[in-house]
């Protein structure tokens, strides 16, 4: 079954720092999505991209964080300058369509501890 | 008002019994709905849609009231595989939206 898979599986930086998290959507889906996840909190939606550029962002998502699809499979969220409140869980999704009426598939997550 | 409201458990029930979740939402413009859930520190998994005439997945069933804006998910004869966190989940533009969870443990 295909899956969505997201390296690497925990990330341990210094504040201030630049990260780099990586996801590999499901091969024909054509959107994508981040969402995050702070311990014990609900997930929290951070940005959507359809057609190489942004469709939707969250109030969360500021210049502090940018996507981007590098080639034609792998789908990646940067965050410069990295602060403590960054620490989190962080899913990248993938799904065929858009609507709300197909499912979004969720990688295992990139766990984000900032020191 | 918050913008997906679910009870806040947690919810500690027996094998065999049957369990109720209820959820309701802020934006009256929603358009899908769904139930997801949430094992400890992994990601959320698609359990099920809910539409408006409500539907059954074996011993799950799901009811939406867009009058409410309240949706709920049963679950009938649980299980020990069902104890997770269970996650409403609401659609007001291309995006999901996310309750905070409820969880459920299922003892034997």
């Known amino acids: 079954e295909p899956e969505v898979t997201q390296t690497p599986s925990h990330q341990v930086t210094q504040m201030g720092q630049e990260v780099i998290l990586r996801c590999v959507p499901i091969?024909?889906?054509?959107?994508f999505y981040w969402y995050r996840q702070i311990l014990g909190q609900k997930v929290e939606f951070l940005v959507s991209f359809y057609n190489n550029e942004i469709s939707e962002k969250s109030e969360i998502f500021d210049d502090q964080f940018s996507v981007e699809r590098p080639d034609g499979s792998n789908f990646t969220l940067k965050i410069r300058s990295t602060k403590l409140e960054d620490s989190a869980m962080y899913f990248c999704a993938s799904s065929s369509g858009t609507g709300g009426f197909y499912e979004q598939f969720f990688g295992p997550g990139t766990r984000l501890t900032v020191l | 008002r918050k913008e997906v409201e679910q009870d806040p458990g947690p919810f500690n029930v027996p094998e065999g019994a049957t369990v109720a979740f209820n959820c309701t939402y802020s934006?009256?413009?929603?358009?899908?709905f769904f139930w997801y859930r949430q094992d400890c520190r992994k990601e959320p998994k698609l359990l099920m849609s809910v539409y408006s005439s409500g539907n059954e997945d074996g011993r799950f069933t799901a009811q939406l009231n867009r009058a409410s804006q309240y949706i709920s998910l049963l679950i009938r004869d649980s299980k020990l595989s069902d104890s997770a966190t269970y996650l409403c989940v609401v659609t007001p533009t291309n995006d999901m939206r996310f309750g905070a969870g409820t969880r459920l443990t299922v003892k034997p």
């Open positions: 934006n009256s413009a929603s358009q899908s």
């Open positions: 091969s024909n889906h054509l959107y």
